[in-house]
């Protein structure tokens, strides 16, 4: 069952994307920075947890999870170190996102062929 809310939860951030981009002027870039918007909202209100703990992967996938772990890692941050603690929480809990997406970023740009 865990399969299935994973996949509803997804497809609904999903649907929602297209949604707001078919019938606005946003972006992508624009859409993908309001989600992480987002994620840090519902994760500084409280949701987002029971968002993860309902859906699994199906919320720990989409973007809206970056916004999770920045408000999860400042806060812990914050709590242990004060302010420095507060950067060091962020680069702590989100290294491996961003680590991930540098390399893939690197892998693409030499893999595909820019447009002329």
Same mark, same amino acid.
Do not use: W
């Given at each position: 069952?865990?399969?299935?809310?994973?996949?509803?939860?997804?497809?609904?951030f999903?649907?929602?994307?297209?949604?707001?981009?078919?019938?606005?002027?946003?972006?992508?870039?624009?859409?993908?920075?309001?989600?992480?918007?987002?994620?840090?909202?519902?994760?500084?209100?409280?949701?987002?947890?029971?968002?993860?703990?309902?859906?699994g992967?199906?919320?720990?996938?989409?973007?809206?999870?970056?916004?999770?772990?920045?408000? $999860?890692?400042?806060? $812990?941050?914050?709590? $242990?170190?004060?302010?420095?603690?507060?950067?060091?929480?962020?680069?702590?809990?989100?290294?491996?996102?961003?680590?991930?997406?540098?390399?893939?970023?690197?892998?693409?740009?030499?893999?595909?062929?820019?447009?002329?």
């Amino acid at each position: 069952m865990i399969y299935l809310y994973a996949f509803l939860v997804s497809g609904a951030f999903a649907l929602i994307a297209q949604i707001i981009y078919d019938r606005s002027k946003l972006t992508p870039g624009h859409i993908t920075s309001m989600f992480v918007v987002f994620g840090a909202i519902l994760s500084a209100c409280g949701v987002y947890q029971y968002l993860l703990d309902f859906a699994g992967g199906g919320a720990s996938v989409p973007i809206t999870n970056f916004g999770n772990l920045l408000v $999860e890692g400042g806060l $812990e941050g914050l709590k $242990e170190g004060g302010l420095l603690g507060m950067l060091l929480g962020l680069l702590t809990k989100c290294s491996a996102t961003l680590g991930f997406t540098i390399f893939i970023a690197t892998f693409a740009s030499i893999v595909a062929k820019p447009r002329q």
